[in-house]
């Protein structure tokens, strides 16, 4: 029999070895087990470079990034309901967290994640895009084959709007502007806010979210606001 001191060794273990499965377990598998989002987004699918040729890449769809501090944002992505993470440009937290939703659609059925933006163009970006391929888009696009016949669309992508893409699992991710009336019209899964300091009514979205949505994810840069109430440390 294991001693109370060994027990709990073995506990704080096996808890460290769940954080790691569910951060880069590595295989697919016939019984219905999924890559987790972070060996997802690094392993199976590619992100888009605006900057590629200064970057000296051979063209714009590179490998996601691999950034010391990723395991610990998609820990807290995955084991967190209510987030408030601030952010620099250059530190992919967008892509991040439109990565997440993504991942959530294509595992989870029935899955809707809402993503807010301050203007429909902004919102269309992340999602399917005009021109450009849009975050979610590039995501889906750029995984193998296999994985796209695992996770169908609802419609082929052309087909599909330029601010939602929709799984045949009954899983749609879907832009909205900013305003707590946009919110109030779903009953979303999760909630992200895309540069949230910057967004009309946050404050009002926010807690039009809070009596429906499972988890709330609000990313920004700093300028004055609600967001950075929340977030400013104590004397600043």
Known sequence: MLSDVEAAELHALLEEQDFQDRILPAVLKGDGARPAPLYWLQECTKSYDEKWVAHGFDGPYQPFANLPYFPWLFR???TKDRLLIPKSREMMVSWC???YGVWLCQTRPRTRVIVQTQKEGKAID??????VPGYGRTLYDQQGERLKQEFPLTKPMEDQPG???SWRNGSILQGVPSGADQVRLYHPTVIIWDEAAHLEDLEGSWSAGEPVAQQMIAVS???PGAFWDWVRPPGL
Do not use: F
């Not at 992340?126 to 021109?131: D, E, H, M, Y």
């Open 126 to 131: 992340l999602i399917k895009g005009a021109g």
């Open 76 to 78: 807290i992505l995955q």
């Open 221 to 223: 840069s700093v300028a």
């Open 97 to 99: 967290v439109i990565g």
């Open 163 to 165: 601010d939602a893409i």
